[in-house]
């Protein structure tokens, strides 16, 4: 089992949608979660950071579930320019190595 | 805003060269990583470093060697280049502690042949 799991997509959502992904991660012990995004051919860049209680930021929500071990992110209005390629990324307690998952695609649609 | 710069964008290099990379960021950030990115595989850890000369084997060390002499940059060397080392090559810096967020260099696309 991979420890850091996403659905590859794509979602081809159309403009103005709500969309959710979820990433579940293995290692019960992880402590820090990312929601980050990656525009073809470029970097990664952060999204945000997941909360344990939760948290939003404009039209975008991260949750994290510790039970099940999985967070997720909800992107509201679905705008044109949030097509990308949305990566989950988990820190281990205590460790400075990040452990990214592949990705998933979102794909607003006109 | 933090900014990661990376020496190329673009490189080409043949089997058995030695290949330098060079990342250089403005944020008098401790700790700086070394990824590669492969389609299907994602973002992988070669080395990182939390402190000048620090440094630490990520999960795929292989082949690679890094430097770590000054704060503000961290070189990734390739000591003899392999054609499976034709990749994405990115690197991050972040604040200090862990667990913190990263911030990434625009890429260098490195061909083997």
């Known amino acids: 089992r991979k420890e850091v799991e996403q659905d590859p997509g794509p979602f081809n959502v159309p403009e103005g949608a709500t969309v959710a992904f979820n990433c579940t991660y293995s290692?019960?012990?992880?402590?820090?979660f990312f929601w980050y995004r990656q525009d073809c051919r470029k970097e990664p860049k952060l999204l945000m950071s997941?909360?344990?209680s939760g948290n939003e930021d404009g039209r975008f929500t991260a949750q994290l579930n510790r039970a099940s071990q999985y967070i997720s992110l909800l992107i509201r209005d679905s705008k044109l320019s949030d097509s990308a390629t949305y990566l989950c990324v988990v820190n281990g307690e205590g460790t400075y190595k990040y452990i990214f998952g592949t990705g998933t695609r979102l794909k607003v649609l006109a | 805003d933090v900014k990661v710069t990376q020496s190329s964008r673009y490189l080409v290099k043949r089997t058995g060269e030695k290949v330098f990379l060079e990342c250089v960021q403005d944020?008098?950030?401790?700790?700086m990583f070394w990824y590669r990115q492969d389609p299907g595989l994602g973002l992988r850890l070669i080395y990182f470093s939390y402190d000048v000369k620090m440094k630490e084997k990520g999960d795929i060390p292989e082949g690679y060697s890094v430097s770590r002499e000054k704060k503000e940059r961290f070189s990734l060397i390739l000591e003899s280049a392999s054609t499976n080392q034709t990749s994405m090559y990115l690197c991050?810096?972040?604040?200090?502690?862990?667990?913190?967020?990263?911030?990434f260099g625009p890429g260098t696309r490195l061909t083997v042949t």
């Open positions: 997941v909360y344990s």
């Open positions: 944020m008098d950030h401790e700790n």
């Open positions: 991050a810096s972040s604040p200090p502690g862990r667990a913190r967020e990263q911030y």
């Open positions: 290692n019960s012990a992880s402590q820090s």
